[in-house]
């Protein structure tokens, strides 16, 4: 069973960085797609980000894009999003997700495994 767990969340001031985590573990094969996505109060769901295990190839949304990097360790155990100058719109819960198909696009309805989330708040 894939599990996925966010951690690094926080109250951070506007302008400052901050990197979270999603440690990952219970694949039984070597390609899939890991993504973040994060939600704000009242909006749907949003991806930012997304890697493939094949390749450590990258995307990014539009809004993601300048500011947010996605990244993994070596062993493919924690995958991390690097997310700088920071606004308040920016608050949210962030999740971690997986697609076992590695299709590479930030559909959430491609995602079969979520983390539980982590928050998220920018304050002015």
């Known amino acids: 069973e894939v599990q996925l767990v966010e951690s690094g969340g926080g109250l951070v001031q506007a302008g400052r960085s901050l990197r979270l985590s999603c440690a990952i573990s219970?694949?039984?094969?070597?390609?899939?797609?890991i993504a973040w996505f994060r939600q704000a109060p009242g909006q749907e769901r949003e991806g930012l980000a997304c890697?493939?295990?094949?390749?450590?190839?990258?995307k990014y949304a539009d809004s993601a894009k300048g500011r947010f990097t996605i990244s993994s360790d070596n062993a493919w155990n924690t995958v991390y999003l690097q997310m700088n100058r920071l606004n308040v719109e920016d608050t949210a819960v962030y999740y971690c997700?997986?697609?076992?198909?590695?299709?590479?696009?930030?559909?959430?309805?491609?995602?079969?495994?979520w983390g539980q989330g982590t928050q998220v708040t920018v304050s002015s």
């Open positions: 219970g694949f039984t094969d070597n390609e899939y797609t």
């Open positions: 890697i493939s295990s094949t390749d450590g190839t990258t």
């Open positions: 997700a997986a697609d076992d198909f590695g299709s590479m696009l930030l559909h959430q309805e491609l995602f079969d495994s």
